[in-house]
């Protein structure tokens, strides 16, 4: 039991025994209860009817806690459920313009979004962007969970005043990338001083300066830990200036990507063999020639299809438009992209 009956608390631990308990943080809003239609209904209205809480029967359900703090724009939370059989959490609709990251303490995590499954064990990190799919989250038992809710424009805004206006592109994680968190050393270590100051009397995090700041580095530390269709570009920004040959080919394909476009052709405009302008790719870009040609037509056609129906284009016009002669293949690629087939990005808008 969760120990949560008038007067008595078990003390919340951050991350398993190694982080040590925690009284219940005072600069959250905090929830518990060992009543299930409560626990419902405060789903309902935290989240505008959008979550659902879904178990076996209501004798499974021993009771649960909800913390919540805000840093900026971005909301932290952490859920405790002690369900002694398989339990979910549904989300529908999802908010293209939020982003995700779920960390267990205890009990693996599944999420199934739409076609793709991803389990997160104690001890991982997941990254998750909502791609116009309901979003199940489900625990086998008794379970612990931390979530960071980040405001997508709010994490483009950010990159902006940081970096300059690097893209035309919505920031787009790699879909359902698990993470050991001592991969990400510094991002859960912040994440873990933040929680930490929540639980002082007076946390720094108030001050609504302080808060801004903690939420940019925050934003920050998310986008270099994880892969994401800016990354490129965010590395390029630090690395050395690449040969002009790679230039010249980029911006090649950036003008013709609608073109029928090979490898012969990428050569003649580089001026070098097949097998420099390979490597020049991969030691500046990262990718191939044709894997950085496919990623510049899928974000192309990624962008028209969300503006599709004011448009009044059909998803065979972007395809032939982004450089795709091939419509199935073109679907192929779009959903092991972007998790998703175009026509849920067309109607999702």
Not at 36 to 51: C, L, M
Not at 52 to 70: Q, S, V
Not at 111 to 123: F, K, L, M, S, T
Request: proline letters at 6%; glycine letters at 6%.
């Amino acid at each position: 039991m969760l120990g949560l009956t008038t007067g008595e608390r078990v003390p919340w631990k951050f991350g398993g025994p190694a982080a040590g308990p925690l009284a219940v943080p005072s600069g959250t809003r905090h929830f518990e209860t060992i009543d299930v239609d409560r626990a419902r209904q405060h789903f309902r209205d935290f989240s505008e009817g959008r979550i659902r809480l879904n178990f076996g029967t209501e004798r499974d359900f021993c009771g649960m806690r909800h913390f919540r703090a805000d840093v900026g724009r971005t909301l932290i939370e952490t859920f405790e459920f002690d369900v002694s059989a398989p339990h979910e959490v549904l989300t529908v609709p999802p908010r293209e313009a939020e982003l995700f990251l779920y960390a267990p303490f205890r009990g693996a995590l599944e999420i199934i979004q739409g076609p793709r499954r991803a389990r997160v064990e104690p001890g991982q990190i997941i990254v998750m962007t909502p791609m116009g799919n309901a979003t199940r989250k489900r625990w086998e038992g008794p379970s612990e969970m931390l979530v960071i809710r980040i405001d997508r424009p709010t994490m483009m805004k950010m990159l902006a005043d940081e970096y300059g206006l690097i893209s035309e592109s919505f920031l787009e994680f790699e879909p359902q990338i698990v993470v050991e968190l001592d991969k990400v050393p510094t991002l859960w270590n912040y994440v873990r001083t933040l929680w930490h100051d929540l639980n002082q009397p007076r946390p720094c995090v108030a001050d609504s300066i302080t808060a801004r700041s903690c939420e940019r580095t925050l934003l920050l530390l998310t986008v270099q830990s994880f892969p994401n269709n800016l990354s490129t570009q965010l590395e390029r920004m630090h690395a050395p200036a690449s040969p002009y040959y790679v230039r010249r080919v980029e911006q090649y394909i950036r003008a013709n990507a609608a073109q029928e476009i090979t490898i012969a052709d990428m050569t003649e405009i580089a001026g070098v063999s097949a097998r420099s302008l390979y490597y020049g790719f991969q030691r500046y870009l990262g990718m191939s020639p044709m894997k950085y040609l496919k990623r510049v037509r899928l974000d192309t056609a990624r962008a028209a299809l969300r503006d599709a129906r004011r448009a009044h284009e059909t998803v065979t016009r972007i395809a032939l438009g982004a450089g795709y002669a091939n419509l199935n293949r073109f679907c192929r690629d779009y959903r092991a992209r972007f998790g998703e087939t175009p026509s849920t990005t067309m109607r999702n808008g």
